[in-house]
């Protein structure tokens, strides 16, 4: 089984940054894709940055330029740096990770929540 863990949610001003990071753990080997979703208040969860094993990236056009998603393939991680913050990235954010293979192939973490208020 694949476990995922996020941290570094909090509250932070406009503008400014986060990093959240993701552990994953267990049956990690055949994960080739972890990223990142967000649920915002009243909202469907919203796919947000992905990042293959390989280096291939992709991001929503709403956070193009201010979030950058980065992989630790020994140690299977993930983060994703936020910069220049706005009230509308208020979400809980949740670690996702994407498995080959017959069993289940679909993971997420518990989510942690950002909230981007004055």
């Known amino acids: 089984q694949v476990q995922l863990v996020e941290s570094g949610g909090g509250l932070v001003q406009p503008g400014g940054s986060l990093r959240l990071s993701c552990a994953g753990s267990g049956a990690m080997l055949r994960v080739y894709a972890m990223g990142w979703y967000r649920q915002g208040p009243g909202k469907q969860r919203e796919f947000i940055a992905l990042m293959t094993r390989t280096g291939v990236t992709n991001y929503a056009d709403s956070v193009k330029g201010r979030f950058t998603i980065s992989m630790n393939n020994a140690e299977n991680t993930v983060a994703l740096q936020m910069n220049t913050l706005k009230p509308e990235d208020t979400a809980v954010y949740y670690c996702?990770?994407?498995?080959?293979?017959?069993?289940?192939?679909?993971?997420w973490g518990q989510g942690t929540q950002v909230t981007v208020s004055t």
């Open positions: 996702h990770a994407r498995r080959s293979g017959l069993s289940q192939n679909e993971f």
